[in-house]
């Protein structure tokens, strides 16, 4: 078997030597990269163990992993928080084993409750299997007048308006435009808000492969911002906000039509729209855009708990919380959010 080890977050070398295997491996995603470690650790604090395997000198596979302790939901050890895609990258399957093997053991030593691996397929038949999320992904086809034939008849309208009405989308250097659409976003859906410093530590961490795209009305107006990563030849966008006036001008249409257009422009070739939860509104916009959902595998090895954690907001036992956080002054809930958002992962 090959050998397992811990990287070393103050060793830029071997973070190197673990991006490159990153970039290399068909399994890996974004989410792998080693600079999620130093991202987690900076703004949560979270005490992370990103384990890797090592046969011959080389690396053949990666397993990133957080202890995320939590007042509200209790403990876990979570391959990734915050993250869509996680659990192991792995050029051959005694690799995987190992890495595997190594994350449950660790979860008994940390006595955390459960281990949660966010799987794109299916390993482990009998491990609980959460159903929740699905993610979509589409080709990007060769030039623009494709891609816009692509997209639905109804939604195609939508961008048309947006055109229509004179929006204009810019790259942003910071995330000072897009934090005020997004956190007054997340605010009116009853959601607490990640804090500013993690979208500047993302952008300060991945450089280019983390960037806001921002849309305004032509007076100037903020409407609409979004921020992606990009991954070899993927983009993804991950973090999103809108005015309230976005929908009557078709803005979030119009941001991601754009998003698409220049991510044409750059040569690459899919689209990964993200994850969503069956039956909510980002679901049917993404099925509206021609995309078809593919679940996802979030695995779980419970060690003292008897079912899998619902902290979502389909939980019914967080109505109230969601509509309590709605009604709060949006300067309040910026300044608590990040203490809570911390837990969510």
């Not at 030039?143 to 004179?166: F, H, S, T």
Request: hydrophobic content about 40%.
């Amino acid at each position: 078997m090959p050998s397992v080890h811990r990287l070393d977050p103050r060793d830029p070398a071997a973070a190197a030597r673990w991006d490159e295997f990153v970039l290399a491996c068909p399994s890996a995603t974004f989410f792998h990269r080693s600079g999620w470690q130093q991202v987690l650790r900076e703004v949560y604090r979270h005490d992370t163990h990103f384990l890797f395997a090592e046969e011959g000198g080389r690396i053949t596979g990666v397993l990133p992993l957080a202890h995320v302790r939590s007042w509200l939901f209790g403990s876990a050890l979570v391959g990734l928080p915050f993250a869509v895609y996680g659990g192991v990258a792995a050029v051959d399957d005694a690799s995987a084993q190992a890495l595997e093997q190594r994350a449950v053991a660790l979860g008994r030593e940390l006595r955390v409750p459960h281990l949660e691996l966010r799987n794109v397929v299916r390993r482990h038949g009998d491990w609980p299997l959460q159903d929740l999320y699905v993610t979509f992904r589409k080709e990007i086809q060769p030039d623009d007048e494709a891609n816009m034939l692509a997209i639905p008849r109804k939604q195609r309208a939508m961008v048309r308006k947006g055109i229509k009405n004179g929006l204009a989308s810019q790259v942003d250097p910071g995330v000072d435009r897009f934090f005020a659409l997004y956190a007054d976003n997340v605010h009116r859906h009853g959601t607490p808000a990640m804090p500013k410093r993690w979208f500047e530590a993302l952008q300060r961490t991945f450089g280019p492969d983390c960037e806001v795209l921002t849309v305004t009305a032509p007076d100037g107006r903020l409407v609409s911002s979004v921020m992606s990563f990009y991954f070899r030849d993927e983009v993804l966008p991950y973090y999103a906000g809108d005015d309230v006036a976005a929908r009557d001008l078709a803005a979030n249409d119009f941001k991601y039509w754009e998003l698409m257009r220049r991510a044409c422009a750059r040569g690459l070739k899919t689209f990964d729209y993200g994850r969503s939860k069956h039956g909510t509104g980002s679901y049917s916009f993404k099925k509206n855009w021609g995309f078809e959902p593919t679940p996802l595998h979030y695995e779980y090895c419970l060690y003292s708990r008897e079912s899998i954690p619902q902290n979502n907001p389909n939980n019914a036992k967080y109505r109230l919380l969601i509509d309590a956080w709605r009604r709060m002054p949006l300067a309040m809930a910026n300044w608590l959010g990040p203490f809570i958002v911390r837990s969510l992962g």
